[in-house]
């Protein structure tokens, strides 16, 4: 069976084919179409920018894709997969639309699938190459979606049921990293730079906040003080505040100043989003930890939740780097298991969702 993956949900333009095999998706292809050099001059991505470079690129990626993976054309292909939300209107348009005409034309099945399942499912992904590593995946499982646009942890009891156990309340880590990036005029997207600078600086020079770490205090019917449990949601837009205070502080930005208040930044990002994890799959009882999402390349983070995931009894998955920012190979596996479970959606009625949850 060969899948066909679209994804345009921000600012990558992106197809890929992947092919079942003996029980695992070997990526034929996996084309990414960056617009980061357009969108560096803004310092963030441009909705209307990021949508008129999906149009010009979709063909040619497609193009590409397809002659990459020595499949000659649609015809050749089993099913096709696309996003359908959340993300920007103009961007996930682009998508959609390309794979409802192929679908229609070549008179195959079609599935749309939410961007945050396929993050998840770039964990069910190998590349052809390193393939000995075949992922023998185990429900119940906790995962961290650790993106530009989301910071999620979420329950799943088995394939495609998710429970939310707590969300970003107000700025997702990617976000924090690309808005940190941007004070210190680093350039975009910020997490890579950051990730970088923070190797030869001193995560213990400044002490910045760690915010919802501690449980609330209430008082109980009979007068007494009983403190709750942490809850699994996550603020980082005090720690980017705090960050940013620092910057002003200084009248002269040094390298060093640079290399230590992103090490310190990191830090607290990093502590923050590994022991939330840890008390996520404890209280769960699950033995699995996957972890995705854009942020998940940051190799600090993946070692250090690798760690403690190891250290606590847990199995740990994480995807190679290069499907933990947005891809269509990740999108086509999550559409893969839709399919296999749900069936194909219909043409007429999948539309977009800007904001679409997972459920
Ligand atoms: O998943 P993704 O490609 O797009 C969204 O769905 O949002 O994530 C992009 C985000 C950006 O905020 C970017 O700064 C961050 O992932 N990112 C990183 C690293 N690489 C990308 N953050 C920290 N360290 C990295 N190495
Ligand atoms: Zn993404």
């Known amino acids: 069976m060969v899948i066909l993956g679209i994804e345009t949900s921000c600012d990558d333009t992106s197809v890929a084919l992947l092919k079942l095999g003996d029980n695992k998706l070997d990526i034929l292809s996996n ?20 949508s008129r470079a999906h149009i010009e690129n979709m063909i040619p990626v497609l193009k590409k894709s397809l002659r990459d993976a020595k499949i000659k054309s649609v015809k050749d292909v089993d099913l096709i997969s696309t996003t359908c939300g959340p993300g ?19 008179k195959k099945p079609l599935v749309c699938v939410n961007h945050l399942e396929g993050h998840i499912y770039a964990n069910l992904v190998r590349e052809v190459k390193s393939q000995k590593s075949k992922v023998k995946i185990k429900f119940p499982l906790v995962v961290l979606i650790v993106s530009g646009g989301h910071t999620m942890l979420v329950h799943m009891k088995d394939h495609l049921k998710y429970k939310i156990l707590g969300e970003t309340k107000d700025d997702a880590a990617g976000e924090a990293f690309d808005k940190v990036a941007r004070v210190l005029n680093l350039g975009y997207p910020g997490g890579p730079i950051i990730e970088k600078l923070a190797e030869k600086g001193d995560a213990e020079y400044f002490k910045f906040p760690r915010a919802e770490m501690e449980g609330k205090t209430i008082r109980l019917e009979s ?12 603020s980082f837009s005090g720690l980017k505040t705090s960050v940013i205070n620092e910057v002003r ?29 840890l008390w996520a799959a404890e209280r769960k009882k699950v033995k699995t930890i996957f972890i995705s999402g854009g942020v998940a390349a940051n190799s600090y983070l993946k070692e250090k939740l690798k760690k403690e995931s190891l250290k606590n009894n847990f199995n740990f998955f994480a995807p190679p780097k290069i499907l933990c920012t947005d891809n269509a190979a990740m ?7 839709k399919y296999k479970i749900k069936g194909p959606d219909s043409l007429k009625k999948i539309k977009i969702d800007p904001n679409l949850r997972l459920k």
């Not at 208040?261 to 990093?270: D, G, K, P, Y």
């Open 331 to 337: 999108i086509a596996a999550a559409g893969y298991f």
């Open 88 to 106: 920007l209107v103009g961007s996930l348009v682009v998508g959609i639309n390309t794979a409802k005409t192929l679908a229609f034309a070549f």
């Open 249 to 277: 502080k200084k009248r002269r930005v040094t390298d060093k100043f640079k290399k230590d208040i992103s090490a310190s930044f990191q830090e607290a990002v990093v502590e923050v989003l590994v022991q939330k994890t």
């Open 31 to 50: 084309i990414v179409s960056s617009q980061i050099n357009i969108h560096n001059l803004y310092g963030g991505v441009v909705p209307e920018v990021a």
């Open 223 to 234: 007068g007494f003080l009983k403190k709750l449990p942490p809850n699994l949601d996550f």
